[in-house]
């Protein structure tokens, strides 16, 4: 596993104070903002985070040592990393980027579906993207009812097909 996960990224220079905004790449902003410590190349330097906030679907941003417009424009599109270290994950909650990658197996025929690819937030629930050997990308809704079993360590998601889910 990955110690340090991508959390966002750095778009726009906000003001003139040297705040810069910020696209989180994660479940909301005000996650974002928890963060007194926050990384860039992936994980090697530690950046510290004066101030955050979070303005419509954007997180605006104060980072040590960034104090003009010049300054955060240099690190403009930059990726923000967390350490995973810096989380507690209720019980059954996972990083997404843990998620990718994992096969994704029937529960009762043993079946091999494919490799996990993408996860997308629909709101109601996540839908988790399987791609097939062949290419195909099936949909499965991530709820208990189809995903029995999460095993990161293992590299597998144990899932019971509902019926008409992967018809055609």
């Known amino acids: 596993m990955k110690q340090y996960l991508e959390i966002g990224k750095i778009v726009a220079v906000q003001g003139l104070k040297g705040e810069v905004r910020v696209e989180p790449w994660c479940d909301s902003g005000e996650f974002l903002c928890e963060f007194d ?50 989380v507690e994950l209720e019980e059954g909650s996972y990083f997404v980027q843990d998620l990718i990658g994992l096969d994704v197996i029937d529960n009762d025929s043993g079946e091999n579906y494919g490799k996990l690819c993408e996860v997308s937030f629909t709101g109601a629930n996540d839908v988790y993207h399987i791609k097939g050997a062949d290419g195909t990308v099936r949909l499965i809704p991530a709820i208990p009812d189809v995903v029995i079993d999460t095993d990161i360590t293992n590299g597998i998601m144990k899932i019971h097909v509902l019926e008409g889910l992967f018809d055609d």
Request: charged share 30%.
């Open 37 to 86: 410590t926050l990384y860039f190349d992936k994980g090697k330097t530690p950046v510290e985070i004066i101030k955050s906030r979070v303005q419509k679907n954007i997180v605006v941003m104060k980072i040590a040592g960034v104090d003009t417009p010049e300054q955060a424009q240099n690190i403009r599109n930059k990726i923000l990393y967390m350490d995973r270290n810096d």
